[in-house]
Structures are given as structure tokens and as C-alpha cells.
């Protein structure tokens, strides 16, 4: 039996520009299929500001099909299996009346409306700054480049490498980039950060365009915002420092990318859709988009190996592939937070005379949450070999064709798009 | 072998009041399980203003289990199999560009949107009114009551029978009474309908409180409505003729009913959750509504004639369980059927630039088509008998308990609810 040795010539080089979670789990797990990378953040270190993150079972379930290690990371991090119920291991993710349907004579009393169950071990949640910390340990030495902030690219379709130029005049080459750019958009919402509770609050006004993305806020900005809700959660704001952060968030809503992929360039996690944090969800779809990219990766590196085709149309299949398996339910995440934002925020709910016009919205909460958690990233794992396979097949036989190497009219039948 | 006869004593009575395709549909599966049935209508005979309905497989498949004369019904009332491809058997929904995504040179050209696949026999469509007169043919003899409108109900707890006074002074009893009463609430639309087009426009104008729910409306309106349309629309209205019906459409989303039952009565199809057309499910839900109750009726006939308990306690305990078993999702048919006139009518949808937003509501449309298409009835009718008996149970445990024949504690360990 041969064993092919993997070299260069048949291994792909990756550049990902961005360092945040989603980089660094893709990182993880390109290296662990034989891909050469290179990862750059413009950072002077990994850091990540330490509000917490949520992973259902699903995007656990995509971690240790990406890289064991990755879920490694994340439970040596600390992750936590939320439950409130010492009898019952189960998660749920729960919905409280803060408007205050009150229970008389009992202020402290909060109306549950909705209660999801994510199964055993369903949501299990680390602070981001932690998680980090491990997953970088996970990534094999010289991989990463700090200090690199990216300025532009070139991608000549004549030229068999992508070149990256850095602000501090430097340039770095690969097969193909991957980028997790920090995008900025519509404003959506201003959001104090106090230790670890985070307040979502809607801001009518606009951010002004030439005010940096954070700011300061008081904790009286945060009781007027909260005007008209229950005692509970006005003795929460009452432990919050005086001064508190303020961050503005933004998503793509109004302004979508038209692709994710354009040659041998592509965007994934936040820089092709970043959404609100309504559904809790954008690093996990950064994490399947990872997973779809690592399948891709090995069926590549496979292909390569056999000497079917070039590296440039390989990855141009592959990126293309990448954009049809995941752009219509990652823009889908990116409508949906915006729409539960706005099913969130009705005082409504709080009126008994509403009650089953408010059922009606937690239908939609509860179809909404098990879309996303109820992915069935096997599935996604085989659509997209299988897309990419397909593609590849055409592709191949377009060059024969065009190069008209074998002098027969080849892809016949399997040639329409 | 002793088989019980089916007496009056053992067998309920329902007063099934509006004679539509629901309540017919109903009266064909209680009288197919022996429950004694009396139908009243207000009109002098039954009568649907010509427009079309559709049917989807799971529908189809409901009125199947409810009584297969139903469907037979449906199908000698000129039912069609909405396919457009005489190669393709399946049946699509089709969403196409009104707004003019043109092609150069090709005023005619209408840009598809998105194409949702239904299967084979996937959507059967028919005129309301033929559907209906073959509809009244499966209905027994003495069962119809015409010229019948309700003016108040009696349902007195300590009265074995539920009261039905009627508008003429005449007065009917049976053991409860069900309800389609045309429920006009918030008007939503205002719609003009030409042979068999109809054309659904929303009017930011409320519907005046003493205006009929249908007038007069020209050709002009409805130009004027479709400004900006594309040539394909324009020429159909062309083909309209000069005077046109106006109907108001109205749901009721913003005043919800509070509970589908109290006592011996109970709410189905449009007086309990009457809904905008966009989702052409209405006649579908009902129709769902109409199967839970033929299965409770089932269930509740083999307790009587064991003798197992009261009728009044019997059908309390079934209207209850259909309300717990139908009111979410018909409810949130209600809202969604908002949302998705909200999602058909945005411009933005020709915007190429914004193409990857439009992709991302078309997930949304094809996520809540489904969810209303793939119904699972089957689990239904289990989930309704399985519900069903637990609360029997209960009930009869209760009244055992309260009545203390046994001189035991009863319910032990059944009883909390």
C-alpha cells in the first residue's frame, strides 16, 4: 500500500485573519487535518472581554467533530452546565415577566412565561476571556502572528497565491484567506456591561458615526431605561457600580454581504454575519461555519492528493461551497435576532388580557431557539462533502474541457448548472 | 359477548352552531362516531362566495381520519392538483417579484422568488361553494337546521343540558354546543376580488365601525394599489372588470379570546382563531380543530357507555383538553399570518442589493409554511386521547373522592395537576 506523503505542493495554505473565537476554533481544526496556517490579529495579545457565552448541545457537538480539543478547552475554561434545579440536570432557558404581573402582596414575585428545555448538559456556558485562554494553548506553535492588522488583499486570478499586506508594511502569502474582520453596521442597541450581568437596552438615536463603539454610562442611565419594571430587577440595578460600560452593538441587517466568497477569499463568523445577541447564538454559528470548512478542508487536501486539480480551483470550489451550505441560515440568525428583539421587548406580555396573543409569540420564541439548537450538523457534514464533490466534478471536467486534454466532449449530462 | 347499545342516556348531544366547510366537517365526524348531532345555520341555505381553497396533504390527510366522505367530497367538487409542470406532479407554492426585477428588453419576465415544494397531490384546490354542496350530501337527514340565528346560550352547571335560544324566539337543548360565530374584530385588509383573482391590498385606513364588511370598489382602486407593479400585474388588472366587491378581512390577533371553552361550550375554527389569509391556512386549522374533537367524542362515548362518569363531567374534561391541545398553534396562526403580509409586502425584496436579506425572510416563509404543511395529525390524535384520559382520571378521581363512595383516598399520587 502507498501512503502519499502530504508536502507542500499538495497542502493547502491558509491565511485567517481575526483571532477571536471563531479563528481559533477554525484554526484548530484546519491544523488537526494537515492544512498549513497562518492566523493574524491585530491584537498585541488574545483578549476578550469577559462577559460570558452559551453553547448548546449542538455547537458542542460541532467543537469535537472540529477538534476534540476544542471541548477540552471550553470545559477546562470552566464551562458550566446551566441548571437551576439541583434535582433535575436538565438545561432550560427561561422567560420572566419583568414588567410585573404581580402576585399580591409579594413584590418580589417574577411571572414565569416560558420555559425551553435544551436537554442534559444543554447549554454550558464560560466566560469568554477563559475559554480563550485554553483554546489558544490547542493551537500549534508558530501559527500565530499578533500585531498584524490587516490593510489589503490581493487575489489575481493569474497568480497562484492570495498576498496579504499589513499596516506595518509587511505582506504575507497563501493559497486563500479567511477572514473574521470586525464588521460595523446599523446600530441595533447600547448595552451597560456591569461584572456579570448584562443589560440589553434599545437606544432610539442613533450611534453618531464618529464616537468609538463603546462609552461610558451610569447606572442611572440603566434605572431610566428601566422605568415601569418589577422590584427584582430594579434591586439588581441598585448593586450595579455607579459607572458602568457602554456598548454599542451593530449587525449586518440592513447592509448584507452580497456573498461569503469571492475567489479565494472568504468571510466567516461575524465579518459575514453578525447579528444582535437576541438569540445567544453568533459564536455558535461561527463554530458550524468552522465545521463546514474543516469537512471541506479534508476533502481538499484529499483531492489534492490525488493530483485531480489545481489548489486555486479547488478552494474556489470549496469557498463556493462554504457559501451555499451556510448563507441562507446564518443570514437567517441575523433577521431572527432582530425579530425576537422586538418580541422580547412587548410590555404587552405583561397584560392578562393578552395572555394568549403572548403564547402565540412564545410559539414562535420556542420554534425560533430549537431551530438553532436542533441543527443536525451530521447532516450538514455530508451536505456539504456531497455539494462539494458535485462542484468539483463539474469544475474538473470544465477545465478538461477547456484545456481540451482529452479531446472528448467530457461532463456530459452532469455539465448544467 | 355483550355489546352495549348505544342509547340516548350513553350518547352526547352537540349543537354545532354556523354551517361553513368546519362546522360541516365536524357534523360528518361526530355523526360517523353515533354522537347525536343538531347543525344550525342563520342563512336560508348554505352558501360560499365563489372563491377558491387549497388543501394541503396533511389536511387531506385530517379530513381523511375524520371521514373519508370528506375528502370524497372535496375531490367530486372539482378538486385539482395545483401543478404547473405537466412533467412535475408535485405542487409548488410559488413567490414571485411584483415589483419588477426586469430582464432588459422583457417587460413580461416576473423574477422568481422562492419555490416551496408541497409533493405530489401536495395542494388541492377547489371553489368553496361547489366543496360545500357536496359537502351538506355527506351529512344524515334532520341533522341541518337552516334559518337558526343564535341570539343567547344557557349553560347552567346545575343543569343536566346546555340552552340555545335562537333569534326567532324558538329554543334547543343538547348536552354542549359548539361554535363557529362569524368574530369580527381588528380590521386588517381590504379586498377586492374579480372572478377567481383575488388581490389582497392593505389600507393604513380603519374600517368604519358602521360600514357593512363589504362594498363597492372599481378597477381604478385597484390600480391604484399596485402602483409601481410590473407589466404582468398590470395587464391581469386590465382583464378585471369595471366594479368590483370590497370585502374587509379581520382576525383576532389583537383581541385574543381568552380560553377556546368554558363548561359545556366550546369555540372552533374562525370564532377562535379567524386570521388573515396570508397563510391560506384557516379552513385547514379548523379542520385540525375538527379532528381533535372527533377523537374526543371517541373516547368520551367509550367512557359513557362504561359508565365511568357524568356526561356534563365527560365533556368538560374533552373541551378542556381540546383547548390546551389546539390553542397555541392555532394561535400563533394568527400572529403569523401578520407577520408574513408583513414579509410579502416589503419593496426591498427588488432591491438586488439587498438579495441576501430577501434570502434570509424567504427562510422564514418556507420555515412557517412548513411548520403549517408537515403537521404530524397522527401524533395529534394521540397526544388528544392521550391527555384526554389523564385528566379523566382525574376528574373521576375527584369526584369519587368528593363524593367519598369508596372510603379510600382515591387519585393517590394521580391527583396533582
Redesign the interface.
Known amino acids: 500500500m502507498i501512503v502519499p506523503t502530504p508536502d507542500m505542493a499538495t497542502t493547502p495554505e491558509i491565511a485567517i485573519v481575526g483571532g477571536g473565537i471563531v479563528g481559533l476554533v477554525l484554526a484548530a481544526g484546519l491544523t488537526r487535518r494537515g492544512v498549513q496556517v497562518k492566523l493574524y490579529e491585530q491584537a498585541r495579545n488574545f483578549r476578550e472581554i469577559g462577559a460570558g457565552i452559551g453553547f448548546t448541545k449542538n455547537t458542542v457537538g460541532c467543537m469535537e467533530k472540529i477538534n476534540p480539543a476544542v471541548v477540552t478547552a471550553l470545559r477546562s475554561g470552566g464551562a458550566v452546565n446551566v441548571s437551576l434545579d439541583q434535582q433535575d440536570p436538565k438545561s432550560y432557558l427561561r422567560w420572566i415577566d419583568g414588567y410585573g404581573q404581580q402576585r399580591e402582596g409579594d413584590p418580589m414575585y417574577q411571572k414565569p412565561l416560558l420555559k425551553l428545555d435544551a436537554g442534559v448538559k444543554g447549554w454550558e456556558t464560560v466566560r469568554r476571556d477563559q475559554f480563550l485562554e485554553d483554546l489558544v494553548k490547542v493551537i500549534p506553535e508558530g501559527v500565530v502572528h499578533l500585531r498584524k492588522r490587516l490593510d489589503t488583499i490581493e487575489d489575481n486570478e493569474d497568480v497562484d497565491k492570495v498576498y496579504l499586506n499589513f499596516t506595518d508594511g509587511t505582506r504575507a502569502e497563501a493559497d486563500a484567506g479567511k477572514f473574521w474582520l470586525c464588521t460595523l453596521s446599523t446600530p441595533v442597541l447600547a448595552q451597560p456591561i456591569p461584572a456579570s450581568t448584562t443589560v440589553v437596552v434599545s437606544d432610539p438615536n442613533d450611534w453618531p458615526q464618529d464616537k468609538p463603539t463603546t462609552a461610558r454610562a451610569s447606572r442611572k442611565d440603566v434605572f431610566e431605561a428601566l422605568a415601569g419594571w418589577c422590584t427584582p430587577v430594579r434591586n439588581l440595578v441598585e448593586l450595579f457600580p455607579e459607572e458602568l460600560d457602554q456598548w454599542a452593538l451593530f449587525d449586518l ?2 447592509y ?4 461569503y466568497n469571492k475567489g479565494r477569499v472568504c468571510l466567516m463568523g461575524d465579518a459575514a454575519h453578525a447579528s444582535s445577541p437576541h438569540h445567544g447564538a453568533g459564536a455558535s454559528f461561527g463554530i458550524e461555519d468552522a465545521l463546514c470548512m474543516s469537512t471541506l478542508m479534508s476533502e481538499l487536501i484529499m483531492d489534492l492528493r490525488e493530483h485531480r486539480t489545481s489548489k486555486a480551483t479547488a478552494l474556489r470550489t470549496a469557498f463556493d461551497t462554504y457559501d451555499k451550505i451556510r ?3 446564518t ?2 440568525l ?3 435576532s432582530r ?1 425576537v428583539c422586538d418580541l422580547f421587548q412587548q410590555p404587552e406580555w405583561a397584560n392578562p ?5 403572548t ?3 412564545f ?2 420564541v420556542k ?1 425560533r431557539s430549537f ?1 438553532i439548537w436542533h441543527f443536525d450538523s451530521t447532516a450538514m457534514v455530508d451536505d456539504t462533502s456531497r455539494e462539494y464533490r458535485g462542484s468539483m466534478n463539474l469544475a474538473t471536467n470544465k477545465v478538461k474541457s477547456v484545456n481540451g486534454n482529452n479531446g472528448v466532449s467530457v461532463g456530459h449530462g452532469t455539465n448544467k448548472v
Open positions: 441587517f440592513e448584507p454581504v452580497p456573498k448563507r441562507t441560515r443570514q437567517w441575523v433577521n431572527s425579530r388580557a393578552k395572555r394568549v396573543k403564547e402565540s409569540c410559539e414562535e420554534d431551530k
